[in-house]
């Protein structure tokens, strides 16, 4: 079957004085419609910029080069802005982190949901649309919502009115890049809830782009990990999450106190050292300086992503068997 | 007697505002919480409840509009200032705003002592480098400026310049919501082990349920200004007896294979911090309402060893 979003081999060279940085480096990725696919990874990982390359909004500068990035067979590489501004917002959705920066906050809510209409859809941009998509989102009274101002509305209501914004053309694809880490648990919970309640309806392809991996192990179907601008590990969320193959992964699962699994104040474990900077030329695995089990072949030639026989890939010379080989890997004190 | 003694506080900010009215926002509206000496106790609750206000109030940079703040026997307002910063320090969220940009970490980590006072510039240099050796931090980034650090070792800078001056209790406000979860991680042992190393009485404020159950011995639960319900973590974690804890239990995603999104029994109205609805605040929200809850504010009562604000309790 032919995926909705089809990205081969997606590189991302950006220009600076100190010389190129390589942020993102040869990301395979595939959606199919109706499927939600999480990128997980921290700080610098690349996972913010790979969504921005899908949408055609990379910083100035940032020079793309990939075998292939389709959306439904059509091909999104070198399209003009005139081309772009007719798939942004219609065919491609995003849904950002902070919806107190999303909006302009000296525009009305209507107005600035109108205006994705009007380029869109102009027909339909009348106010009982809108309104009929605030309430789908679990807005109450949408007439009021509409005629306020951003900063009128809490931010678990501003990010419902951005998911209602970017819903309204009825997208093949929505990026929702951290679309809950500003708001409280509760909220988040509920956001998430109806994000995926109405893909159950509608069928749009989701990347959802987070640090939690409670947020994977909620909504996503599956899971790419991402570290120093590659894919390190690839699977459905349940077979990542319950055990990792790549020890990048494990690392993080092994940070994250879960209520009632690890002692109160035993030690976490941690992944010492630093993420590593971007330069173009590497040696060797990308995680090789903070990895518990690296060993010398680690260092010699890139680690090509293999895949095991169940479908999962890894980027890893000596991936884990997911049995937890060696607890006390993550524990140990940083030796640098 | 508890080393932190908080008796009817509350906190009201005047919103300056149109010249139709000037609206009164009630932070902090009747709180009573006990902090024994060398617990680590969590504050709990979602943006507006009021955690961060009563931190404020703790570390002493606000006063109270009314009630009384006893630390270590004392009105807190009977400290002087050097007095109680000997005694109290704050952590902040984020490390990138709350240090320092043109000061070197060992000025930033020594500014506590220069502020107080009566040290050799020897005696500064070895208190800066042992607290630096407590925290993690290498000795050799002393010169470095902030901007030269990661965020964790931002972090452990504000961790280090808090406890120089060997206070007797941290009040840490979302210590770790900026970091990466691997870095999160180093913070929270480090917290554990300076606590245990220190014996530290620690006040943490944060949202993050995980993160409480994995430090803290005693939770507090605030909605809209108020505690709903107080006990240990172990306790509330087990079985919560308000229905704003049980929900924002079952709010937790657990990064565990096959984990359900839960679906809250939660009604989105939500009430406004400065119109509180009468009775309960968390009426509006609440599955189990009923018309006493409307009207009358419940009051903390005994249950289980824990104290809980509800007529319905769970």
């Not at chain 1, 941009?125 to 809490?154: C, F, K, N, W």
């Not at chain 1, 501003?158 to 890049?177: F, G, K, N, S």
């Not at chain 2, 009215?21 to 000496?37: K, T």
Request: hydrophobic residues 40%; glycine residues 10%.
């Amino acid at each position: 079957m032919v995926p909705l979003l089809d990205i081969r081999n997606l590189t991302l060279d950006i220009p600076t004085a100190d010389g190129t940085l390589r942020p993102v480096r040869g990301v395979d990725l595939a959606v199919a419609r109706g499927e939600t696919v999480a990128i997980v990874g921290e700080s610098g990982c690349g996972k913010s910029l790979t969504a921005l390359a899908i949408m055609g909004l990379l910083p100035r500068g940032a020079r793309l080069a990939a075998d292939r990035i389709a959306l439904s067979q059509q091909s999104l590489i070198g399209l003009s802005s005139r081309q772009w501004r007719s798939i942004r917002g219609k065919r491609i959705a995003m849904i950002f982190q902070d919806p107190m920066t999303a909006f302009d906050p000296c525009y009305r809510i209507g107005d600035q949901i109108a205006e994705i209409l009007r380029q869109h859809r102009p027909a339909s941009a009348t106010a009982g649309r809108m309104a009929a998509m605030l309430a789908r989102v679990g807005i109450a009274s949408p007439d009021e919502r509409l005629r306020q101002y951003p900063h009128q509305l809490s931010g678990g209501l501003r990010q419902r009115v951005m998911i209602a914004t970017a819903l309204l053309c009825e997208p093949d694809l929505i990026i929702a890049d951290e679309p809950t880490t500003a708001l409280d648990v509760t909220i988040q919970a509920q956001i998430l809830r109806l994000l995926v309640d109405i893909q159950k309806e509608t069928g749009f392809g989701l990347v959802i782009i987070t640090h939690d991996l409670g947020v994977v192990a909620g909504v996503a179907d599956r899971v790419v990990v991402m570290y120093g601008g590659e894919v390190v590990e690839t699977g459905t969320a349940a077979a990542v999450i319950g055990a990792p193959r790549h020890p990048y992964t494990e690392g993080l699962m092994r940070s994250i106190p879960v209520p009632g699994k690890v002692g109160r104040r035993a030690a976490l474990g941690f992944i010492p050292g630093m993420v590593p900077r971007p330069d173009a030329v590497r040696t060797g695995c990308g995680f090789l300086d903070r990895c518990p089990y690296a060993d010398q072949a680690c260092g010699v030639g890139a680690v090509a992503l293999r895949t095991a026989p169940d479908g999962r890939t890894m980027r890893c010379a000596l991936p884990l068997d997911g049995s937890g080989r060696a607890p006390d890997a993550w524990t140990r004190p940083i030796t640098s | 007697m508890s080393l932190i003694d908080i008796h009817g506080v509350t906190r009201a900010y005047h919103l300056g505002g149109g010249l139709r009215r000037r609206a009164v926002l009630q932070a902090l509206r009747g709180i009573d919480l006990a902090v024994e000496e060398g617990e680590i106790l969590s504050l709990v609750g979602e943006s507006g409840c009021g955690k961060s206000t009563l931190a404020r109030l703790l570390i002493g940079i606000e006063e109270p509009s009314a009630g009384t703040i006893t630390v270590a026997g004392r009105p807190i307002s009977s400290y002087g200032r050097l007095e109680r910063a000997r005694l109290i320090q704050p952590v902040f969220q984020d490390p990138y705003s709350s240090l320092n940009p043109r000061k070197t970490v060992a000025a930033i980590v020594a500014a506590p002592l220069d502020v107080q006072g009566g040290e050799t510039s020897r005696s500064r240099m070895a208190a800066v480098h042992q607290i630096m050796d407590a925290v993690g931090l290498p000795r050799y980034l002393a010169n470095a400026y902030p901007s030269q650090l990661s965020g964790g070792q931002r972090q452990r800078v504000a961790i280090a310049r808090a406890l120089v001056g060997r206070p007797k209790i941290l009040v840490c406000d979302e210590p770790t919501s900026a970091l990466d979860v691997s870095v999160q991680a180093q913070i929270l042992n480090l917290l554990a082990d300076l606590h245990r190393a220190f014996k530290l009485t620690v006040v943490l404020i944060t949202h993050n349920l995980a993160v409480v159950s994995h430090l803290t011995d005693r939770v507090a639960v605030m909605y809209l200004g108020r505690i709903v319900e107080v006990g240990t973590t172990d306790g509330i974690f087990a079985a919560p007896h308000h229905p704003y804890t049980r929900e924002l239990l079952r709010a937790v995603l657990r990064p565990e294979p096959g984990m359900q999104l839960p679906s809250l029994q939660l009604k989105s109205d939500f009430p406004s911090p400065t119109a509180p609805p009468p009775g309960c605040g968390f009426n509006p929200r609440c599955a189990r309402t009923t018309e006493l809850c409307r009207r009358t504010m419940p009051d903390m009562s005994p249950l289980d060893g824990r104290a809980v604000a509800c007529h319905h309790p769970l």
